[in-house]
């Protein structure tokens, strides 16, 4: 009974070493070390963020980026091999980021990249190259463009301060020339997208005139207004406009948009919507004011261009007197291209223009041994067992 016993506890005993054994051995095969954290360095001493190498395996990695407030990124070049002779590099020793084989360019400038996944290495540790464009975001330089007076017009001519279609004013009651006390549409519709008022962004109403010389047959003018911006990473940005009684506005090559006043047959004809053929513009719906994102912006000269239009807002060419208190037209009167009448259908044509751009890069590499080569790049080791 005695060797029973103890062979029963003998193969107990054999069999939780054995257990214990297994246990240990998937644990141990499972086990992988943890992400190894370098820092991302720019123009060599300063640290703009972080380059996490994390394995996935005993034969894979992934790699990401995170940078630090006041930093973005726009391109990302990523190696990872076996050995420092398996990531692109010169005779002379320096790496090639163009041709390492994963990586990113970003339209915006971004705070984080990656994952980035390396599979199929079969020794460990592995060799990491990370490098990075990144940009200061203390550089940024705002340009703004306004609506003013002096605004090349049809090519040749300069813009002058215009009526500002008023708030609550009954025409053809409204103030003579430009009163920038009496509230525009323009100051009541661009508080609503974030600006202040009166005259959002200093814009100011401008047309060839100050009151139209054709308020009833309708008139087009095109503005054009050239600006630079420094060389850099451009950020984009917005314009705002509207313009008594329609409008298309473009960016260098590129129609930024246009208003809902503006019809098919614009701008070779102005007729109204009312009337039968192919419409120019519409006597409504200027009033409101839109926000288009720049696009084609390129550092260095841009011009905006904008085509307006005015149409009085009767469906024929005969300026009929209107009764307030009667509301109704009592008839046909002679028109005085200077005279106060012509408020009864002003024109005008307001915008604000904001661009940004980051104006300081520098390169940037993922910290740790440098390469043979003369430049400052380095590459880093992760052990995946």
Same mark, same amino acid.
């Given at each position: ?16 070493? *054995?257990? #214990? $054994? @297994?246990?240990? &051995? /998937? ?11 370098? !820092?991302? +360095? ?116 300069? *813009?002058? #301060? $215009? @009526?500002?279609? &008023? /708030? ?11 009163? !920038?006390? +009496? ?120 011009? @905006? ?81």
């Amino acid at each position: 009974m005695r060797r029973a016993k103890t062979l029963a506890v003998s193969l107990a005993a054999l069999l939780a070493l *054995a257990l #214990a $054994a @297994l246990t240990f &051995g /998937v644990s141990s095969a499972s086990a992988l070390p943890g992400p190894v954290t370098q !820092d991302l +360095i720019a123009g060599q001493n300063q640290v703009v963020g972080s380059v996490i190498a994390t394995p996935l395996s005993s034969t894979s990695l992934k790699v990401e980026y995170q940078l630090n407030a006041g930093w973005c990124l726009t391109q990302t070049h990523v190696a990872a091999a076996t050995s420092l002779a398996g990531i692109p590099h010169t005779k002379t020793g320096n790496p090639i980021p163009g041709q390492f084989p994963q990586g990113d360019t970003f339209s915006t400038c971004q705070t984080s990249a990656g994952p980035y996944t390396f599979t199929g290495l079969t020794t460990t540790p592995a060799y990491v190259a990370a490098h990075a464009v990144v940009w200061d975001k203390s550089s940024l330089t705002t340009t703004t463009v306004v609506s003013r007076p002096g605004v090349t017009v049809n090519g040749s001519g300069s *813009a002058v #301060a $215009a @009526l500002e279609p &008023g /708030v609550g004013v009954s025409y053809p009651g409204c103030p003579a020339g430009d009163d !920038d006390s +009496i509230p525009s549409l323009w100051d009541s519709n661009a508080k609503l997208l974030g600006g202040a008022t009166p005259n959002w962004g200093s814009a100011d109403w401008i047309w060839t005139t100050p009151y139209p010389l054709t308020p009833v047959a309708g008139e087009v003018a095109t503005f054009s207004d050239g600006f630079t911006l420094p060389a850099g990473f451009q950020l984009g940005g917005t314009l705002t406009i509207t313009a008594d009684n329609a409008y298309s506005a473009t960016l260098n090559s590129t129609l930024l948009g246009h208003s809902i006043s503006l019809g098919p047959g614009f701008p070779g004809t102005l007729m109204e919507n009312a009337q039968v053929g192919s419409w120019g513009v519409a006597s409504q719906g200027w009033q409101l004011v839109n926000q288009y994102p720049l696009t084609g912006l390129v550092a260095g000269a841009n011009t @905006l261009h904008v085509t307006a239009a005015n149409e009085y807002m009767y469906p024929d060419d005969s300026y009929l007197n209107w009764d307030s208190g009667a509301q109704t037209y009592l008839g046909s009167i002679s028109i005085d291209p200077d005279g106060a009448t012509q408020c009864i259908n002003p024109a005008g044509l307001i915008y604000n223009l904001t661009a940004g751009t980051y104006t300081h890069s520098e390169t940037a590499w993922a910290a740790g041994t440098g390469f043979a080569g003369a430049n400052w790049a380095t590459y880093f080791t992760v052990p995946l067992s």
